[in-house]
């Protein structure tokens, strides 16, 4: 079965082609609590999608996965896709007011939860009549629960499926955005995306092998995320290691030490924090490292080379695209672009008149691909707004040379305009956290007494015990001294944490406030 044939469903494509190849016994997950190999996880998913049909889920209806990463989220979110039930995979650190909304607008017929994680799921399961819920055990432990355990759902079902006879233009999941702007936007993927993403970037640019081991400090409910620890280590028959732990520099230490893996995939805060760590080292094996989510600074890419030997290779792409679209090469690395077009995609740069944009300048990044969801869901304004033909505005600000390389500027929503002359706030961020004693930064517009707009920064030491009046200072210099003097930061406030989805991105609107 092909992405090109008229039947295809895309879980039996990604595990299938395993078991054929001979990688029946091959270890293709290791979590917090052991080792899963092919066979087990395609009767784990055939489980799956059997256990969902028997409490009723129709072929093309919900499911709600607010699940951890650990071996049960491949399990249901494959075994659905294989019996024909859409997946709805979702942030696990939203708050509880957050999955009522998730859950209504979804129309999920089933919840599937994480223990640990039932407390903040406890408001929705209660205001939304009629789902079933099925609690799956973690290592990090929830409160106990009345509601059925997904392990005895899954102990009394088939090991037998028959796939549903899908297309590759059938709604195989949706993923909803990360909200770094506001309310999530449920985005409509088909079946055939997962295997173009595989095909496009893991193939062709990252160059995953069946003997790599993967570790995605991304989670699987993100989009970066599911491509690197799901659709592409299935693709070629590679190993993927998850946590169910939350991200820290400790928590990568461990997974370095004890199971070596060849790809690590981040974004560039956690890229930022590790450098930060002096006793931080990685796996001797590692060859590759991926970034997305928010554009890398070019002076932690370059550290990180210097330090440790091998490359980050940053690239953009969006819950909308599934994936990477744009991205640096293995041997084409220049830290501070993002890189070039992902032979497949098309790229283009409109500038703020509505005209294509010529090299150097700058305007909105659109994409035009293979993987672009099929809309938002219950969200005709604003898939009206992103979706044009075979067009996706991303709404990030980019600038294209004459080589093809294309360089951030920012969000289209978080440019400010100051004097009349656009600033983009990633520009100064970048520039703020060059400076020896800043971890991280982020930059919003405030008004001046004159109630005209300038850059405010938040920043976030290394050193708390640093803040002053005089580093402030310091900092407004460096900046200065780094980019044109209109663009420092008119104010320098010192904060304990940058507010960020849990994907990474800035959630600039929060500091707004």
């Given at each position: 079965?092909?992405?090109?044939?008229?039947?295809?469903?895309?879980?039996?494509d990604?595990?299938?082609?395993?078991?054929?190849?001979?990688?029946?016994?091959?270890?293709?997950?290791?979590?917090?609590?052991?080792?899963?190999?092919?066979?087990?996880?395609?009767?784990?998913?055939?489980?799956?999608?059997?256990?969902?049909?028997?409490?009723?889920?129709?072929?093309?209806?919900?499911?709600?996965?607010?699940?951890?990463?650990?071996?049960?989220?491949?399990?249901?979110?494959?075994?659905?896709?294989?019996?024909?039930?859409?997946?709805?995979?979702?942030?696990?650190?939203?708050?509880?007011?957050?999955?009522?909304?998730?859950?209504?607008?979804?129309?999920?017929?089933?919840?599937?939860?994480?223990?640990?994680?039932?407390?903040?799921?406890?408001?929705?399961?209660?205001?939304?009549?009629?789902?079933?819920?099925?609690?799956?055990?973690s290592p990090?432990?929830?409160?106990?629960?009345?509601?059925?355990?997904?392990?005895?759902?899954?102990?009394?079902?088939?090991?037998?499926?028959?796939?549903?006879?899908?297309?590759?233009?059938?709604?195989?999941?949706?993923?909803?955005?990360?909200?770094?702007?506001?309310?999530?936007?449920?985005?409509?993927?088909?079946?055939?995306?997962?295997?173009?993403?595989?095909?496009?970037?893991?193939?062709?640019?990252?160059?995953?092998r069946?003997?790599?081991?993967?570790y995605?400090?991304?989670?699987?409910f993100?989009?970066?995320?599911?491509?690197?620890?799901?659709?592409?280590?299935?693709?070629v028959?590679?190993?993927?290691?998850?946590?169910?732990?939350?991200?820290?520099?400790?928590?990568?230490?461990?997974?370095?030490?004890?199971?070596?893996?060849?790809?690590?995939?981040?974004?560039?805060?956690?890229f930022?924090?590790?450098?930060?760590?002096?006793?931080?080292?990685?796996?001797?094996?590692?060859?590759?490292?991926?970034?997305?989510?928010?554009?890398?600074?070019?002076?932690?890419?370059?550290?990180?080379?210097?330090?440790?030997?091998?490359?980050?290779?940053?690239?953009?792409?969006?819950?909308?695209?599934?994936?990477?679209?744009?991205?640096?090469?293995?041997?084409?690395?220049?830290?501070?672009?993002?890189?070039?077009?992902?032979?497949?995609?098309?790229?283009?740069?409109?500038?703020?008149?509505?005209?294509?944009?010529?090299?150097?300048?700058?305007?909105?990044?659109?994409?035009?691909?293979?993987?672009?969801?099929?809309?938002?869901?219950?969200?005709?304004?604003?898939?009206?707004?992103?979706?044009?033909?075979?067009?996706?505005?991303?709404?990030?600000?980019?600038?294209?040379?004459?080589?093809?390389?294309?360089?951030y500027?920012?969000?289209?929503?978080?440019?400010?305009?100051?004097?009349?002359?656009?600033?983009?706030?990633?520009?100064?961020?970048?520039?703020?956290?060059?400076?020896?004693?800043?971890?991280?930064?982020?930059?919003?517009?405030?008004?001046?007494?004159?109630?005209?707009?300038?850059?405010?920064?938040?920043?976030?030491?290394?050193?708390?015990?640093?803040?002053?009046?005089?580093?402030?200072?310091?900092?407004k210099?460096?900046?200065?001294?780094?980019?044109?003097?209109?663009?420092?930061?008119?104010?320098?406030?010192?904060?304990?944490?940058?507010?960020?989805?849990?994907?990474?991105?800035?959630?600039r609107?929060?500091?707004?406030?």
């Amino acid at each position: 079965m092909s992405v090109g044939s008229r039947e295809y469903n895309a879980a039996t494509d990604l595990l299938d082609r395993n078991i054929i190849e001979g990688r029946a016994g091959k270890a293709v997950y290791i979590d917090d609590r052991g080792t899963c190999t092919y066979t087990e996880l395609v009767a784990r998913a055939n489980r799956a999608g059997n256990a969902l049909l028997s409490l009723g889920v129709a072929p093309e209806q919900r499911v709600m996965l607010a699940m951890l990463d650990t071996i049960d989220f491949p399990t249901m979110f494959l075994g659905a896709i294989k019996a024909g039930i859409v997946p709805v995979p979702v942030n696990t650190l939203l708050t509880a007011d957050d999955y009522v909304f998730l859950l209504r607008d979804s129309r999920a017929r089933v919840l599937v939860v994480s223990d640990a994680l039932l407390p903040k799921l406890d408001k929705a399961i209660s205001e939304v009549s009629g789902v079933i819920v099925l609690v799956a055990s973690s290592p990090l432990g929830g409160p106990a629960s009345h509601h059925r355990l997904l392990a005895d759902v899954l102990a009394t079902a088939s090991e037998a499926l028959e796939p549903a006879r899908t297309t590759p233009d059938d709604v195989a999941f949706w993923l909803y955005s990360s909200g770094s702007t506001g309310k999530p936007k449920g985005a409509v993927h088909l079946h055939s995306h997962l295997m173009v993403t595989a095909d496009l970037y893991a193939r062709a640019v990252l160059g995953i092998r069946e003997n790599d081991v993967v570790y995605s400090a991304a989670k699987l409910f993100f989009a970066y995320g599911l491509g690197n620890a799901l659709t592409f280590p299935l693709a070629v028959g590679a190993t993927a290691v998850l946590s169910a732990e939350r991200v820290t520099p400790t928590v990568v230490s461990r997974v370095m030490r004890e199971h070596s893996p060849t790809i690590f995939c981040g974004v560039p805060t956690l890229f930022a924090a590790l450098l930060a760590d002096a006793s931080f080292a990685v796996s001797s094996a590692l060859r590759v490292s991926t970034s997305a989510g928010e554009a890398l600074p070019a002076h932690v890419g370059t550290r990180w080379h210097e330090r440790f030997g091998s490359h980050i290779l940053d690239g953009i792409g969006s819950t909308e695209m599934l994936h990477i679209f744009l991205s640096n090469r293995p041997d084409d690395i220049r830290y501070g672009t993002s890189g070039k077009a992902v032979a497949g995609y098309e790229l283009k740069v409109v500038g703020d008149d509505g005209e294509l944009a010529a090299a150097g300048e700058e305007g909105v990044l659109w994409v035009h691909g293979p993987t672009a969801c099929a809309g938002y869901w219950n969200d005709r304004e604003r898939s009206l707004a992103t979706f044009h033909g075979p067009w996706t505005r991303t709404g990030d600000r980019y600038v294209r040379d004459e080589a093809g390389y294309y360089t951030y500027s920012g969000r289209a929503d978080d440019m400010l305009k100051v004097g009349g002359i656009w600033v983009s706030p990633f520009e100064v961020e970048s520039a703020l956290t060059s400076h020896d004693a800043v971890l991280e930064a982020a930059v919003i517009g405030d008004a001046d007494g004159d109630g005209l707009i300038k850059p405010k920064a938040f920043v976030v030491l290394k050193d708390p015990k640093l803040a002053s009046e005089a580093l402030s200072a310091e900092l407004k210099a460096h900046v200065k001294a780094k980019l044109a003097p209109y663009k420092y930061p008119r104010w320098v406030e010192f904060i304990a944490e940058v507010p960020k989805t849990a994907t990474g991105k800035i959630q600039r609107f929060k500091l707004r406030g």
